[in-house]
């Protein structure tokens, strides 16, 4: 059984909720079923706070208990230490990690110092891409076609999202199929592919069959980068390459 912490905890509810005032139901009812199981004992036990009594366990107090509520007040509930039941009390309660937890400011400031070091890494590298690797970044991440976008706007876009998602963000850097993905991508700019429905057809002018479709569920650009690292995908990716220089000149 935990012994009890003789300081002052803070409780918060999870998720960011943050209601003007919440109250978390403090003794076993049919409404509410309050119960932990007792190892030792093997049974469940009927849990009830009651600031009066020595434990915290229906079974071991008396008539007298006085239920009080426990009020989370803008997401919040300060307990301080001279009230090691309700302490004790809120670590046994089934919604504890659930509904609210203890707020540990150590365990807290290293999360975010990992959430702030894998921020300031991924827009190290964001920062850092040569103009052919950002063009491929955004053609991969957003699926657009970048030669009708400024170079500004791209380092915007592709900063703000390596700041809000820095591990999806570094993932698709080390992806060996960026390269590929971002190739498929000016194959659908240039209209040499085109999607209907979930079928990828060629565009060309002697070509307009039908090359592969994109099983439901999957995203079509990752599916066409794999089909061209096939041996059938691979003569496609040729043509297709050969059609795209000639439309250049």
Not at 9 to 19: F, I
Not at 64 to 85: R, S
Not at 105 to 126: C, F, G, P, W
Not at 236 to 246: D, G, N, P, R, V
Request: with cysteine.
């Amino acid at each position: 059984m935990k012994k009890k912490i003789l300081k002052n905890e803070t409780y918060v509810l999870v998720d960011g909720n943050a209601p003007l005032s919440f109250m978390l139901a403090s003794h076993h009812n049919k409404r509410n079923t309050l119960l932990y199981w007792d190892e030792e004992k093997q049974q469940n036990r009927e849990l009830c706070y009651s600031r009066n009594q020595k434990s915290i366990f229906a079974d071991e107090q008396d008539g007298n208990k006085v239920l009080e509520p426990i009020v989370f007040e803008d997401g919040f509930l300060n307990v301080p230490k001279n009230n090691p039941n309700l302490q004790m009390f809120l670590e046994f309660h089934p919604g504890y990690e659930r509904v609210f937890r203890k707020v540990d400011t150590e365990s807290d400031a290293r999360q975010d110092v990992e959430i702030l070091n894998a921020q300031v890494d991924a827009l190290v590298e964001a920062r850092t891409l040569e103009i052919d690797q950002l063009e491929q970044v955004s053609r991969v991440l957003f699926g657009i076609d970048v030669s009708k976008v400024s170079t500004a706007e791209l380092k915007r876009d592709v900063l703000i999202y390596a700041k809000n998602d820095p591990e999806g963000f570094l993932s698709v850097l080390k992806d060996p199929m960026l390269k590929l993905q971002a190739k498929v991508q000016t194959f659908f700019d240039n209209n040499l592919l085109i999607q209907k429905g979930k079928d990828v057809h060629f565009n060309t002018k002697s070509n307009k069959k039908r090359m592969l479709t994109v099983p439901f569920g999957e995203e079509t650009n990752y599916i066409v980068s794999s089909y061209f690292k096939s041996d059938e995908g691979i003569e496609s990716l040729k043509l297709l390459e050969s059609k795209e220089k000639i439309s250049k000149k």
